[in-house]
């Protein structure tokens, strides 16, 4: 395998405008993706993830902008001479073929020998679990079944890049559970690069390495999981992954904030003296206790146990409603306090950009040696 260069696909300020007088699709695109790593695209419908996946397949081309597979330009390679499969949402298998013949599919057309072949279904077949179903019919099989024997029909060609376009949308919550961590493991295993579209933020944080966060066409931020979820870039990242507490705030210093009122230490940094920002505290962040005891003073409105955890709102004096995950239950109507520690809390900057963003924290996590 080729190893001088990490990179397998990168956009370079791609625009896709599907006609003349329409707002893009996607606006000056650009990204790197690596050799076998867990991607997913991340947003709401209609942001643009499935073009980016239409973009590297082949079944379109970028109005602008360049895209390289493997460092060579792909804009009008046509599908079937790059080295990328699909796995659609409806799987597109063959109903009138069995199991057998439908991964084969691919390597008939090649016009590949018979024993080879029969080497490769059998092989694709025993990596996703589905050895012995070879003369299944295609009716006969469960979801999650015929999923798997889509990924089958994508590894037999062995592809360097699989894409994977909301494959899991159509299972009920137990299947798409466990077809997360078969999803997670078969790409762990293959060791080539997946590139998965989805509007779960749940799915996306538990399977991916890395997340482009999506919006209208462009890319709010990219990271980690870890990185996405603890330091959203603004508000529409911190609604769109996971729950969240956001209200309005001063930035006094660095280090201290003020919002409902009072002042709090935080361990954001290199924002301007008294700039107007957006804090947000995460519901399980927030640590129910006596009043006296807690940073904030609300009073319980509902509460709903969610199995592992009773999730209240509150209202605050100010009139902020607080969503709190906590394993301890609240008497609604009444008040209580919140305690949260000082890392809780992360400063969003309005309208700064993912590389302004990286630029701030890098600055004052080399600084004075304050923890961020």
Not at 198 to 223: P, R
Not at 279 to 303: F, H, N, S, Y
Request: with cysteine.
């Amino acid at each position: 395998m080729t190893t001088q260069n990490s990179t397998i696909i990168a956009f370079d300020q791609v625009v896709k405008r599907y006609e003349d007088d329409e707002e893009p699709v996607l606006k000056s695109v650009s990204f790197e993706i690596e050799r076998g790593k867990f991607y997913t695209l991340l947003g709401p419908s209609g942001c643009g993830k499935t073009t980016i996946l239409r973009l590297i397949a082949g079944f379109a081309e970028p109005t602008s902008g360049t895209i390289t597979l493997d460092g060579k330009v792909i804009n009008q390679v046509p599908p079937n001479e790059r080295q990328v499969n699909t796995v659609f949402q409806d799987y597109a298998l063959f109903p009138h073929l069995n199991v057998f013949e439908n991964v084969a599919f691919g390597l008939r057309i090649k016009k590949m020998k018979k024993a080879e072949i029969e080497r490769k279904v059998q092989e694709a077949l025993r990596f996703v679990n589905l050895s012995g179903y070879e003369g299944r019919a295609i009716t006969e099989m469960s979801g999650g079944q015929r999923q798997r024997v889509a990924i089958a029909r994508a590894i037999v060609n062995e592809p360097q890049v699989l894409l994977l376009d909301e494959p899991l949308s159509a299972l009920d919550l137990k299947l798409r559970t466990e077809m997360q961590y078969v999803l997670r493991e078969m790409q762990q295993r293959l060791g080539i690069t997946f590139i998965f579209v989805t509007h779960d933020q749940e799915e996306a944080l538990a399977m991916s390495d890395w997340i482009f966060v999506m919006n209208k066409g462009v890319i709010e931020q990219s990271g980690t999981p870890n990185d996405i979820y603890d330091e959203p870039i603004n508000r529409f990242v911190a609604d769109f992954i996971g729950e969240s507490n956001i209200v309005p705030a001063v930035m006094i210093e660095d280090y201290l904030v003020e919002f409902n009122g009072r002042r709090f230490e935080c361990v954001d940094a290199g924002l301007r003296p008294n700039e107007a920002v957006e804090i947000v505290i995460r519901p399980e962040d927030l640590e129910i206790t006596t009043v006296a005891q807690g940073k904030l003073r609300v009073r319980v409105d509902t509460q709903l146990f969610r199995g592992v955890h009773y999730e209240i709102s509150c209202y605050d004096e100010s009139g902020h409603e607080w969503l709190v995950h906590s394993t301890k239950k609240a008497e609604v109507g009444g008040e209580i306090g919140l305690y949260f520690d000082p890392e809780a809390i992360h400063v969003m900057r309005f309208g700064e950009t993912e590389e302004e963003f990286d630029r701030r924290l890098e600055a004052y996590s080399e600084g004075d040696g304050h923890e961020g």
